[in-house]
């Protein structure tokens, strides 16, 4: 079972990276207020590894631990965000992994 802690929340200027060459091992939900889902992404689960073997091929390593980022567009609306394992899907189970309150850093930036 993945589970993940918040070590810091951040909102920084500049543009978000790209999700789009992510594949499907963690989900991104932002809601608002109300509770309604108003964006979605796909993100790279920091515990995946690919390394390099002696004879030049790729081999994937599932970390224990590991440390990584969710980087999303800045939304003034956003108040939750709820991060799921894909991967781990099977199609009676939500595996959500986190829950974070976004509002305390939202409204502290929008304040400013």
Known sequence: MTVADVMSI???????????????????????RAGNVIQTSDQWNAQWALNIKEDGSEALTILP???????????????????????????????????VDLAPTIRGIVAI
């Open 10 to 32: 951040g909102v920084v200027p500049g543009d978000a990276s790209t999700n789009i060459p992510n594949p499907p091992l963690l989900e991104a939900k932002l809601y608002d």
């Open 65 to 99: 631990n590991a440390e990584g980022r969710i980087v999303v567009p800045f939304d003034p609306t956003i108040s939750k965000m709820e991060v799921s394992d894909i991967y781990a899907y099977d199609d009676e189970e939500d595996h959500v992994i986190l829950v």
